[in-house]
């Protein structure tokens, strides 16, 4: 049953041995440290696992899980929003772990259940990402192991998604559906990305059976902290585990990716999904490109006023707003006015400016006499691409 999408074709499976990887000793040493701080966070969450699920409806037979810390409760809320929109009720039967204080104390107020363990020594180590694949998200990616770990353990169905989503229509009677039909794990799919062949599985998104053969798979990638740091990606070396684990008989289901829509399909001049049920906003570099891509295609849930009086203007040194506005790497923050945009609100109002520019470049470059001269290349390069698919 594990499929790919139409036209596609298998790639070389990607058997990985630790000693084949040659994985670096610093990677190796920290993927060890990792582990024991994560054996400490196990103790103390599974004297909390009752008073959890208590307080869960899971009379269904699923769940939905996600993570995420304060600068990212934005979109958190925005996929709230987005659910109240619709007359979906996700309150009760989601289960959040924030990694810090200050989104617990959101999470909550937002009438969600959490689990915050503010005694983790891996938490207290985290901090904000800047940009994909850096050091402080490299992090992030194995406390989302972990907590898939967790919850793999509650004998539920669980639906673990990233918060850079929205939904239009309830994803959970199809994807149960599908799950009675025998499907181990399904997941969006992420795209034409080499890197994550042959599957090309998307992590953000993965409703799990609940099986011995989907807990024994993820138990394998528990283990490989090396692989993260090794590849700096959690999806990578889980596409490596998911088709070893597929060719050994986990049953996999690649999504339709006209419902189950992947950040790719927003990029460039692909054909945009005409109604999705879910949207997720991937293929971003930071929170200041998903802001612009939820505002580009409509996809943004919340009224100013909320935005707006989201949080402090100035929560800590590293505030949110002061993290998305300023690209890796640049010496000084891009304001328009002058200053560094201190809410989200401000760094909503700078990308949707940023894209209105971007907008009007196109328009010129298109009526650009280069642009005329190459339309053979183009054509022709795309006549290739379409023969090669």
Same mark, same amino acid.
């Given at each position: 049953?594990?499929?790919?999408?139409?036209?596609?074709?298998?790639?070389?499976?990607?058997?990985?041995?630790?000693?084949?990887?040659?994985?670096?000793?610093?990677?190796?040493?920290?993927?060890?440290?990792?582990?024991?701080?994560?054996?400490?966070?196990?103790?103390?969450?599974?004297?909390?696992?009752?008073?959890?699920?208590?307080?869960?409806?899971?009379?269904?037979?699923?769940?939905?899980?996600?993570?995420?810390?304060?600068?990212?409760?934005?979109?958190?809320?925005?996929?709230?929003?987005?659910?109240?929109?619709?007359?979906?009720?996700?309150?009760?039967?989601?289960?959040?772990?924030?990694?810090?204080?200050?989104?617990?104390?959101?999470?909550?107020?937002?009438?969600?259940?959490?689990?915050?363990?503010?005694?983790?020594?891996?938490?207290?180590?985290?901090?904000?990402?800047?940009?994909?694949?850096?050091?402080?998200?490299?992090?992030?990616?194995?406390?989302?192991?972990?907590?898939?770990?967790?919850?793999?353990?509650?004998?539920?169905?669980?639906?673990?998604?990233?918060?850079?989503?929205?939904?239009? $229509?309830? /994803? @959970?009677? #199809? *994807?149960? +559906?599908?799950? &009675?039909?025998?499907?181990?794990?399904?997941?969006?799919? %992420?795209?034409?990305?080499?890197?994550?062949?042959?599957?090309?599985?998307?992590?953000?998104?993965?409703?799990?059976?609940?099986?011995?053969?989907?807990?024994?798979?993820?138990?394998?990638?528990?283990?490989?902290?090396?692989?993260?740091?090794?590849?700096?990606?959690? $999806?990578? /070396? @889980?596409? #490596? *585990?998911? +088709?070893?684990? &597929?060719?050994?008989?986990?049953?996999?289901?690649?999504? %339709?990716?006209?419902?189950?829509?992947?950040?790719?399909?927003?990029?460039?001049?692909?054909?945009?999904?005409?109604?999705?049920?879910?949207?997720?906003?991937?293929?971003?570099?930071?929170?200041?490109?998903?802001?612009?891509?939820?505002?580009?295609?409509?996809?943004?849930?919340?009224?100013?006023?909320? *935005?707006?009086?989201?949080?402090?203007?100035?929560?800590?040194?590293?505030?949110?707003?002061?993290?998305?506005?300023?690209?890796?790497?640049?010496?000084?923050?891009?304001?328009?006015?002058?200053?560094?945009?201190?809410?989200?609100?401000?760094?909503?109002?700078?990308?949707?400016?940023?894209?209105?520019?971007?907008?009007?470049?196109?328009?010129?470059?298109?009526?650009?006499?280069?642009?005329?001269?190459?339309?053979?290349?183009?054509?022709?390069?795309?006549?290739?691409?379409?023969?090669?698919?």
């Amino acid at each position: 049953m594990s499929e790919m999408q139409p036209g596609g074709q298998w790639a070389p499976i990607r058997f990985h041995r630790r000693e084949r990887l040659d994985v670096p000793p610093q990677v190796i040493e920290t993927a060890l440290r990792i582990t024991s701080m994560q054996a400490e966070d196990d103790t103390r969450c599974a004297t909390a696992v009752e008073g959890l699920t208590s307080r869960l409806d899971v009379s269904g037979g699923a769940m939905i899980v996600m993570t995420f810390d304060d600068r990212f409760a934005l979109l958190f809320e925005n996929w709230v929003a987005s659910c109240d929109r619709s007359g979906i009720d996700v309150r009760h039967r989601t289960l959040v772990f924030p990694t810090d204080r200050a989104a617990f104390e959101r999470t909550k107020s937002l009438g969600f259940v959490a689990y915050f363990d503010e005694q983790s020594t891996l938490l207290q180590a985290m901090t904000e990402s800047g940009s994909y694949g850096d050091g402080a998200w490299t992090k992030y990616m194995y406390h989302q192991n972990w907590v898939i770990h967790r919850v793999l353990q509650f004998d539920l169905e669980i639906l673990f998604q990233d918060v850079d989503v929205i939904w239009r $229509q309830d /994803p @959970l009677p #199809v *994807l149960a +559906a599908q799950g &009675a039909d025998g499907a181990d794990i399904q997941a969006m799919y %992420d795209g034409p990305n080499p890197r994550f062949q042959p599957l090309y599985a998307n992590s953000g998104f993965l409703y799990f059976a609940n099986t011995d053969r989907v807990r024994e798979f993820w138990a394998e990638v528990y283990r490989r902290h090396d692989m993260v740091g090794y590849y700096r990606s959690q $999806q990578e /070396p @889980l596409n #490596v *585990l998911l +088709a070893a684990h &597929a060719h050994r008989g986990l049953e996999v289901v690649l999504l %339709d990716q006209d419902q189950f829509a992947n950040g790719h399909r927003f990029c460039g001049a692909r054909t945009r999904p005409v109604d999705p049920w879910v949207v997720h906003h991937s293929w971003t570099a930071n929170l200041a490109e998903k802001l612009e891509r939820y505002a580009a295609n409509g996809h943004w849930y919340l009224s100013d006023d909320a *935005l707006g009086s989201f949080g402090p203007p100035q929560q800590s040194k590293r505030s949110p707003a002061r993290l998305a506005a300023t690209h890796p790497g640049a010496d000084e923050p891009d304001a328009s006015d002058g200053r560094l945009a201190q809410t989200p609100l401000e760094l909503l109002g700078r990308v949707r400016r940023h894209r209105d520019a971007l907008a009007n470049r196109v328009e010129a470059m298109q009526g650009s006499t280069s642009w005329r001269v190459t339309a053979p290349l183009r054509v022709a390069k795309d006549w290739v691409s379409g023969r090669r698919r």
